[in-house]
């Protein structure tokens, strides 16, 4: 498809600056199609059922005293989580970006596991290592401290999953920090402690902030790392939000679900504004105290090895030994039993379901990705941030909540129903979306849906839109510009995105879980791991962790190639 | 007229940005051959001149004639231009022949016809040796003649180049900017570029379009706008001038009527002469000379430059190396040849009178 070239090229002064370069129409519109179909229209339908419900019945739902223990719980521990994660992150931060030694790479990679680590994974590894019969677990039991089923370990397993969000906020922010400033308060007398202080803390502040807001969100969501560890009792107030809501579903107890979902898709809201709101501050006040490319020389002597130390151990005791103890556990009972765990009817179905959903995620994400980083960064238009923000939902809300709004939408209480019973008698099918495999390929998608265009966003940022504009100047059209200009800029970066989003989608639990009830049909390896973790055997226990190597292997892998592709695009760069 | 701007203006709505410049009402006729520079401080709208030029941004207001037609609906790719971005904007995974190659692909050529004109290109711009290097493998200067071939490289009657030596070491840049200024003429190519230095424009420009706050101050050629400055802004962007608000008193220059209010004066250091008492060659200007004293000398590399007060009012001029030796507090004579006077009525020479009369070998 080539357009003639004064046809397509009109006047535009309206809604956005003018562009010269093209396809703004176009990536806008898969944009917003493809943000209404996945995101928007299944969230409308959870407010829209919440309104049937009246003000009244709403607050009934959400006064229950189980409901406001769980949302104590979950804010609490995820306050505090976030909180030890913005004192840890800071420092691995700092080390990441101020010290040199071996194996920081490694370090750096590691960062990531808790995105690319399945949440069920995590969670029933973290559940065996903090029992009394797991290894950090014995040993706190002899101090006298339980750990498992209590909100202390609701609160490590939220530490676990939030690390990530402080680290790669500040981390960027630091390593761009123009250090004239700290050489102009050294020269002026200022110690380490103030310059610090007064010089590095302010600059870091918003980052700070909005990395505690992503990993507060992340905590208040998550369910799959959770479930395991907490004890799930409502008399011992170990019980999180997203947990009462699967429970609600459970007991097909669509309006107390919905309640408490809207409670927390209003408090997601509100804190992916502000911390949006935070980062536009942010760019706007320091983005010109940034130096570009800045050679520093590395910091040494006690203080930084005293925070390679603690980053390092820090990353091996949340981290590492997780990946351990699933290796372990896997292979506790020998090799054959090993392999015939995998060998089930159910884990290859399960494995069957896995890989389809995580290949038409993948291709949705990708082509959604790319029109969106275009139209984001290519142009600008009113209502900029709101897209931004709206992109990022799924990132702030529980997993839960997604698969409870494709419920809501494709269920039987769902708007959609009635719609999709008309196509199936006219067309004598009988297509499912709920509880089918279209459900669990929806949820995957809706979860992992910003993932590509998260990783191309700053890429093509910090691109800048010169050479488009001089192609599209030579007359160039929008494929040859993409194909010749853009994709050698963004290819690494989208290569890291798609394998990111596909660990992220093979791992998928909590969305998953709400839309999937039928084992060895509908089931994805998380909820597979579930069912056999679930059934509490000793042998169903370790193939549970056997399933679980596969998906550590996994993201292991995925680790290395994202530190691969990162180094691939540093040296394309310089 | 190769060129036209009638009544061009842009406006841009959103108020945060204070960057980019607004156009208010221009005028402009370039006739083809010429080389014109765009001149003016940052946020003169020099470039979005430039760039609606280009079709790079749509005028609010105003019509472009190329050749007599109306191109403001044209594509970029239909008018016929060639662009020098700022930073180059080089395609940083292409070579330089790629580059250079790239909107000949664009236009179809065949692949034959495309090397033919590639090669011709990278030899004229003396490139044919880096032509497999990737941008980041060249020098500023390099990366600036790639940039020039990859514009021409389509045959374009009219050249735009936004700030062509803004991203080059000061050392090299005046090298370069002969270079250029030899194969725009050698190619005879209409051109148009953009500049905040006045020295680039001067020493390149066959005529120089002087912006102010997004409107055209004066148009001319650079000794004419140096020589007739139209308002007092034009006459301290073009060199390095002394701006009063009242002069009187001068010998030769009695006719000044300081009682005009809002009468501005431009003094500039090259019209300033100081010579001491017993300098043989000034001996006959004595009469006419004034009475200063040196408060400050500065080495300005090939020269000195001495700020010297008389009346009351500090004058700079300019001295040889090669005379002798002044200092600080030294009493000098001052002789004056010409000041620009700026007054509600208009812009006007003054000469010195007695100079002009007496001895007109000094002029």
Same mark, same amino acid.
């Given at each position: 498809?080539?357009?003639?070239?004064?046809?397509?090229?009109?006047?535009?002064?309206?809604?956005?600056?003018?562009?010269?370069?093209?396809?703004?129409?176009?990536?806008?519109?898969?944009?917003?199609?493809?943000?209404?179909?996945?995101?928007?229209?299944?969230?409308?339908?959870?407010?829209?059922?919440?309104?049937?419900?009246?003000?009244?019945?709403?607050?009934?739902?959400?006064?229950?005293?189980?409901?406001?223990?769980?949302?104590?719980?979950?804010?609490?521990?995820?306050?505090?989580?976030?909180?030890?994660?913005?004192?840890?992150?800071?420092?691995?931060?700092?080390?990441?970006?101020?010290?040199?030694?071996?194996?920081?790479?490694?370090?750096?990679?590691?960062?990531?596991?808790?995105?690319?680590?399945?949440?069920?994974?995590?969670?029933?590894?973290?559940?065996?290592?903090?029992?009394?019969?797991?290894?950090?677990?014995?040993?706190?039991?002899?101090?006298?401290?339980?750990?498992?089923?209590?909100?202390?370990?609701?609160?490590?397993?939220?530490?676990?999953?939030?690390?990530?969000?402080?680290?790669?906020?500040?981390?960027?922010?630091?390593?761009?920090?123009?250090?004239?400033?700290?050489?102009?308060?050294?020269?002026?007398?200022?110690?380490?402690?103030?310059?610090?202080?007064?010089?590095?803390?302010?600059?870091?502040?918003?980052?700070?902030?909005?990395?505690?807001?992503?990993?507060?969100?992340?905590?208040?969501?998550?369910?799959?790392?959770?479930?395991?560890?907490?004890?799930?009792?409502?008399?011992?107030?170990?019980?999180?939000?997203?947990?009462?809501?699967?429970?609600?579903?459970?007991?097909?107890?669509?309006?107390?679900?919905?309640?408490?979902?809207?409670?927390?898709?209003?408090?997601?809201?509100?804190?992916?504004?502000?911390?949006?709101?935070?980062?536009?501050?942010?760019?706007?006040?320091?983005?010109?105290?940034?130096?570009?490319?800045?050679?520093?020389?590395?910091?040494?002597?006690?203080?930084?090895?005293?925070?390679?130390?603690?980053?390092?151990?820090?990353?091996?005791?949340?981290?590492?030994?997780?990946?351990?103890?699933?290796?372990?556990?896997?292979?506790?009972?020998?090799?054959?039993?090993?392999?015939?765990?995998?060998?089930?009817?159910?884990?290859?179905?399960?494995?069957?379901?896995?890989?389809?959903?995580?290949?038409?995620?993948?291709?949705?994400?990708?082509?959604?990705?790319?029109?969106?980083?275009?139209?984001?960064?290519?142009?600008?238009?009113?209502?900029?941030?709101?897209?931004?923000?709206?992109?990022?939902?799924?990132?702030?809300?529980?997993?839960?909540?997604?698969?409870?709004?494709?419920?809501?939408?494709?269920?039987?209480?769902?708007?959609?129903?009635?719609?999709?019973?008309?196509?199936?008698?006219?067309?004598?099918?009988?297509?499912?979306?709920?509880?089918?495999?279209?459900?669990?390929?929806?949820?995957?998608?809706?979860?992992?849906?910003?993932?590509?265009?998260?990783?191309?966003?700053?890429?093509?940022?910090?691109?800048?839109?010169?050479?488009?504009?001089?192609?599209?100047?030579?007359?160039?059209?929008?494929?040859?510009?993409?194909?010749?200009?853009?994709?050698?800029?963004?290819?690494?970066?989208?290569?890291?995105?798609?394998?990111?989003?596909?660990?992220?989608?093979?791992?998928?639990?909590?969305?998953?879980?709400?839309?999937?009830?039928?084992?060895?049909?509908?089931?994805?390896?998380?909820?597979?791991?579930?069912?056999?973790?679930?059934?509490?055997?000793?042998?169903?226990?370790?193939?549970?962790?056997?399933?679980?190597?596969?998906?550590?292997?996994?993201?292991?892998?995925?680790?290395?190639?994202?530190?691969?592709?990162?180094?691939?695009?540093?040296?394309?760069?310089? | 007229?190769?060129?036209?701007?009638?009544?061009?203006?842009?406006?841009?709505?959103?108020?945060?940005?204070?960057?980019?410049?607004?156009?208010?009402?221009?005028?402009?006729?370039?006739?083809?051959?010429?080389?014109?520079?765009?001149?003016?401080?940052?946020?003169?709208?020099?470039?979005?001149?430039?760039?609606?030029?280009?079709?790079?941004?749509?005028?609010?207001?105003?019509?472009?004639?190329?050749?007599?037609?109306?191109?403001?609906?044209?594509?970029?790719?239909?008018?016929?231009?060639?662009?020098?971005?700022?930073?180059?904007?080089?395609?940083?995974?292409?070579?330089?022949?790629?580059?250079?190659?790239?909107?000949?692909?664009?236009?179809?050529?065949?692949?034959?016809?495309?090397?033919?004109?590639?090669?011709?290109?990278?030899?004229?711009?003396?490139?044919?040796?880096?032509?497999?290097?990737?941008?980041?493998?060249?020098?500023?200067?390099?990366?600036?003649?790639?940039?020039?071939?990859?514009?021409?490289?389509?045959?374009?009657?009219?050249?735009?180049?936004?700030?062509?030596?803004?991203?080059?070491?000061?050392?090299?840049?005046?090298?370069?900017?002969?270079?250029?200024?030899?194969?725009?003429?050698?190619?005879?190519?209409?051109?148009?570029?953009?500049?905040?230095?006045?020295?680039?424009?001067?020493?390149?420009?066959?005529?120089?379009?002087?912006?102010?706050?997004?409107?055209?101050?004066?148009?001319?050629?650079?000794?004419?706008?140096?020589?007739?400055?139209?308002?007092?802004? =034009?006459? !301290?962007?073009? +060199?390095?001038? /002394?701006?009063?608000? %009242? @002069?009187?008193?001068?010998?030769?220059? &009695?006719?000044?009527?300081?009682?005009?209010?809002?009468?501005?004066?431009?003094?500039?250091?090259?019209?300033?002469?100081?010579?001491?008492?017993?300098?043989?060659?000034?001996?006959?200007?004595?009469?006419?000379?004034?009475?200063?004293?040196?408060?400050?000398?500065?080495?300005?590399?090939?020269?000195?430059?001495?700020?010297?007060?008389?009346?009351?009012?500090?004058?700079?001029?300019?001295?040889?190396?090669?005379?002798?030796?002044?200092?600080?507090?030294?009493?000098?004579?001052?002789?004056?040849?010409?000041?620009? =006077?700026? !007054?509600?009525? +208009?812009?006007? /020479?003054?000469?010195? %009178? @007695?100079?002009?009369?007496?001895?007109? &070998?000094?002029?």
């Amino acid at each position: 498809m080539r357009f003639t070239r004064t046809r397509s090229f009109k006047l535009r002064t309206g809604r956005r600056d003018y562009s010269i370069i093209p396809g703004f129409s176009l990536t806008m519109g898969i944009t917003l199609t493809m943000l209404s179909l996945f995101i928007l229209i299944p969230l409308a339908s959870i407010m829209a059922f919440s309104f049937e419900l009246g003000p009244k019945g709403l607050i009934e739902a959400v006064s229950d005293e189980v409901v406001i223990n769980a949302l104590k719980t979950s804010i609490m521990c995820a306050a505090l989580a976030a909180a030890v994660n913005c004192l840890f992150g800071l420092i691995i931060a700092w080390t990441l970006v101020r010290c040199d030694f071996p194996g920081k790479r490694i370090l750096d990679g590691l960062i990531e596991l808790p995105f690319a680590l399945p949440t069920a994974v995590a969670g029933i590894t973290l559940s065996k290592m903090y029992s009394e019969s797991g290894q950090p677990g014995s040993l706190l039991a002899k101090l006298g401290i339980t750990v498992s089923y209590t909100q202390l370990g609701i609160l490590i397993a939220m530490i676990f999953i939030g690390i990530p969000f402080v680290v790669r906020t500040v981390q960027p922010v630091l390593s761009k920090l123009n250090p004239v400033y700290e050489e102009a308060a050294y020269i002026l007398g200022a110690g380490r402690f103030m310059t610090f202080r007064k010089v590095i803390l302010p600059e870091l502040g918003p980052a700070l902030l909005s990395g505690f807001g992503l990993a507060l969100a992340r905590g208040l969501g998550e369910y799959g790392s959770v479930i395991y560890i907490s004890g799930n009792s409502a008399r011992d107030h170990t019980q999180v939000a997203s947990y009462v809501i699967m429970q609600k579903l459970n007991y097909m107890d669509y309006a107390g679900a919905t309640a408490i979902a809207l409670l927390m898709l209003i408090i997601s809201f509100i804190m992916l504004i502000l911390i949006n709101a935070l980062s536009v501050f942010q760019s706007r006040r320091v983005s010109n105290t940034y130096a570009a490319a800045q050679e520093r020389s590395a910091s040494s002597g006690r203080g930084a090895r005293i925070l390679i130390a603690l980053s390092a151990t820090y990353v091996l005791v949340m981290l590492v030994m997780p990946l351990i103890s699933v290796m372990k556990n896997a292979f506790s009972k020998g090799m054959l039993f090993y392999l015939a765990s995998l060998g089930t009817d159910y884990v290859r179905s399960a494995a069957g379901v896995t890989a389809m959903a995580t290949i038409i995620t993948l291709v949705i994400n990708t082509v959604f990705g790319l029109a969106a980083a275009w139209a984001i960064t290519r142009f600008s238009f009113r209502g900029k941030h709101l897209l931004g923000t709206l992109i990022d939902i799924p990132l702030s809300i529980s997993p839960v909540i997604a698969g409870l709004a494709y419920i809501m939408t494709f269920g039987r209480l769902g708007w959609a129903w009635p719609a999709l019973q008309a196509v199936n008698d006219a067309l004598g099918t009988d297509i499912q979306i709920v509880f089918a495999l279209p459900g669990v390929v929806l949820a995957t998608v809706f979860v992992t849906f910003p993932f590509v265009s998260r990783e191309l966003i700053p890429v093509l940022d910090s691109v800048g839109t010169n050479e488009e504009e001089a192609a599209a100047m030579m007359g160039a059209g929008g494929r040859r510009i993409f194909r010749r200009i853009t994709f050698p800029h963004i290819k690494w970066a989208m290569i890291y995105g798609m394998i990111l989003c596909a660990a992220r989608a093979m791992g998928e639990f909590g969305a998953v879980n709400a839309l999937s009830k039928t084992r060895g049909e509908t089931f994805t390896l998380p909820l597979e791991i579930d069912a056999l973790y679930m059934d509490g055997g000793a042998d169903s226990v370790t193939a549970a962790f056997a399933v679980s190597s596969i998906l550590v292997i996994t993201a292991v892998a995925v680790l290395i190639i994202r530190s691969i592709s990162e180094h691939m695009e540093k040296r394309d760069v310089s | 007229m190769y060129l036209e701007l009638k009544g061009i203006s842009k406006r841009f709505d959103d108020a945060k940005s204070g960057e980019t410049d607004a156009v208010n009402g221009v005028d402009l006729g370039i006739e083809k051959g010429e080389l014109i520079a765009l001149l003016g401080p940052s946020g003169s709208g020099k470039t979005t001149i430039l760039r609606m030029i280009a079709g790079l941004e749509v005028p609010t207001e105003g019509d472009i004639y190329i050749e007599g037609v109306r191109v403001n609906d044209l594509s970029p790719a239909d008018r016929k231009i060639g662009f020098v971005f700022q930073n180059y904007a080089l395609f940083r995974y292409m070579t330089v022949y790629e580059n250079v190659a790239f909107g000949l692909e664009v236009m179809k050529k065949s692949g034959t016809e495309i090397r033919k004109r590639v090669m011709e290109l990278l030899e004229l711009t003396e490139l044919s040796d880096l032509k497999d290097r990737y941008p980041n493998q060249l020098s500023g200067g390099q990366q600036q003649r790639t940039a020039f071939a990859r514009a021409l490289a389509t045959q374009p009657s009219l050249l735009l180049l936004d700030e062509p030596f803004a991203a080059i070491d000061a050392k090299v840049r005046k090298e370069l900017r002969s270079w250029l200024r030899n194969m725009i003429g050698e190619v005879g190519i209409t051109s148009i570029f953009v500049t905040h230095d006045q020295e680039e424009a001067v020493d390149m420009a066959d005529r120089i379009v002087i912006l102010r706050e997004g409107s055209v101050v004066q148009t001319g050629a650079p000794r004419e706008i140096y020589e007739n400055p139209a308002t007092v802004f =034009v006459a !301290s962007f073009l +060199g390095d001038p /002394v701006i009063l608000d %009242s @002069f009187s008193g001068f010998k030769g220059f &009695e006719d000044i009527n300081d009682s005009t209010s809002g009468s501005r004066i431009v003094l500039r250091p090259e019209h300033v002469e100081a010579f001491r008492d017993d300098n043989p060659k000034f001996h006959d200007l004595i009469p006419i000379s004034e009475n200063g004293t040196v408060r400050n000398i500065l080495f300005r590399g090939d020269f000195l430059e001495l700020e010297i007060e008389v009346n009351g009012i500090r004058l700079k001029c300019r001295r040889s190396l090669e005379r002798r030796t002044v200092g600080v507090g030294e009493k000098m004579r001052v002789l004056i040849y010409r000041i620009n =006077v700026f !007054s509600p009525s +208009g812009a006007e /020479v003054v000469k010195n %009178s @007695f100079l002009h009369n007496i001895n007109p &070998e000094f002029m």
